[in-house]
Nanobody, 120 residues
């Protein structure tokens, strides 16, 4: 019914930048929020940043000042601009969205993930 497709991952040198994109498609009545999570090698998945439909944002402390989340509501797309990347930012980054396919019936959807590698 709903698909989230991520793009923009890759490999960069420490200090470099990448921009991730995620577009939701399918039967979508409303999107409450979208966000990014990541799973570093050997660790659990963790929150990176979220943005609501009224552009309220929330960031993990470890990305504040370096990453910026933004959203194109008309295109059902969320972006994550990542600057000053560090080796510890290396992870699989997952897009997440809270979507209703019918009125008021929200649930969470996940993308398949995109690998970001920052090497020293």
């Amino acid at each position: 019914q709903v698909q989230l497709v991520e793009s923009g991952g890759g490999s960069v040198q420490a200090g470099g930048s990448l921009r991730l994109s995620c577009t939701a498609s399918g039967i979508i009545f409303s999107i409450k929020s979208m966000g990014w999570y990541r799973q570093p090698p050997g660790k659990q998945r963790e929150l990176v940043a979220t943005i609501t439909n009224d552009d309220s944002t929330n960031y993990a402390d470890f990305v504040k000042g370096r990453f910026t989340i933004s959203r194109d509501n008309a295109a059902n797309t969320v972006y994550l601009q990542m600057n000053s990347l560090k080796p510890e930012d290396t992870a699989v980054y997952y897009c997440q969205a809270t979507i209703a396919t019918v009125l008021l019936n929200y649930r969470d959807y996940w993308g398949e993930g995109t690998l970001v590698t920052a090497s020293s």
